[in-house]
């Protein structure tokens, strides 16, 4: 029986993909890189994003990482004013909300950044946890999910997390939880099959009306 749900936000509830290749090409402009296309992102984009930035050709050891966060979510705030919820989001999780026990968000979004979006568009009700990250880096979301575990104390056969990387899966092997994974985030389709979800990425889109 599943008790729990949780959501992973960049990708499977929000629609930002768009608002995310416009920030990143606006960086590589800057820097005289060559820009890519939403194709290209989800091929390459990945967990640590520091290595994805290093396969774009940004030159980590002469440029400060920590500033380097920061420029993209200066062009990425801006970008996804107009990032709307995935279609069908707010309905589902309506209508999951008499069906399991609670919801949770487990994200690699900055905490204050992942409770403000969450609230303007309208779904933060939904959760009784929100957990992203105390800064702008997105390394990993392990530590949060085992913390987010630990406060849920529930069977980890009773939880499953919803997400669209191959991150996603990492975590949800790593705390022993189930998971599924939603084509059509920030990770190509292809590299999704290449887990062990092959059967989930349809059965989500089936089951959740993606």
Known sequence: MIRHLIWDWNGTLLDDVEACVGAINRMLERRCLPGIDTRIYRQIFDFPVIGYYAQLGFDLEAE????VAIEFHQHYGALARTAALREGVAEVLAKLDGMVEGMSVLSACEQTILERMLSEHGIRRHFGQVAGLDNLHAASKLANGRKLLAALELPPEEIVLIGDTNHDHEVAAA??????LLAGGHQAESRLLATELVHAVGDLQARLCF
């Open 64 to 67: 400060d990482w920590n500033a």
């Open 175 to 180: 705390l022993g939880i189930g998971c599924l």
